[in-house]
């Protein structure tokens, strides 16, 4: 009969002894993933940061670019307004002839609308949907694209920090796991 419960213990050893085994295996593996996989996350966050600051920066170029542009247009009309208006056509003739684009455009579709006799005749050339300026549109997208990579940034570093959360946990099953090898007592080592 004695020899029966030393049996039975042996068994009840073997099966604690496998079940170790196999969770010490699964959560190895499941903590060298989750280890990688916060690695890779951490690094596309970084990638999608840089790209995200670069565009910014293109973003602002090209906006200043374009108000520099938009600037120099201004006063360009702004002078050809006031030839008009003191009568001048010599000079208001010679501007709008050197009009840049898209400000010639703008300016051409404008006078179509007759502003000197029709009162719902658009303000100015600035407001027509002729004048756009290549550098502002391209410029808008700049920053729609870095918009999307900050946010691609900050969903990957989320996804890195869950996947460090598992590795702290998993490396957790680890230590308990080893650890209950060293407890005498059966109950204490299935707990």
């Given at each position: 009969k004695a020899r029966g419960a030393l049996q039975g213990r042996a068994e009840a050893h073997d099966w604690r002894e496998l079940t170790a085994v196999i969770?010490?295996?699964?959560?190895?593996?499941?903590t060298a993933w989750s280890g990688f996989q916060a690695s890779k996350w951490g690094g596309a966050m970084s990638i999608s940061f840089s790209q995200a600051s670069a565009a910014r920066i293109e973003a602002v170029g090209l906006d200043g670019d374009a108000n520099r542009k938009i600037s120099v247009q201004v006063s360009l009309f702004t002078q050809w307004l006031q030839a008009n208006a003191s009568r001048n056509t010599e000079v208001a003739d010679y501007l709008a002839?050197?009009?840049p684009e898209p400000l010639m455009s703008a300016f051409t579709a404008w006078q179509k609308t007759d502003p000197a006799t029709n009162p719902g005749a658009p303000s100015s050339p600035f407001v027509m949907n002729e004048y756009v300026v290549p550098e502002q549109t391209a410029a808008e997208a700049a920053n729609r694209r870095?918009?999307?990579?900050f946010s691609q940034a900050l969903e990957a570093n989320q996804r890195g920090d869950n996947y460090t959360i598992l590795t702290v946990d998993f490396a957790s099953v680890l230590f308990?796991?080893?650890?209950?090898?060293?407890?005498?007592?059966?109950?204490?080592?299935?707990?």
């Open positions: 969770l010490l295996s699964v959560t190895t593996i499941l002839a050197r009009f870095a918009d999307e990579l308990f796991a080893a650890i209950s090898g060293r407890m005498k007592s059966l109950h204490y080592q299935w707990v």
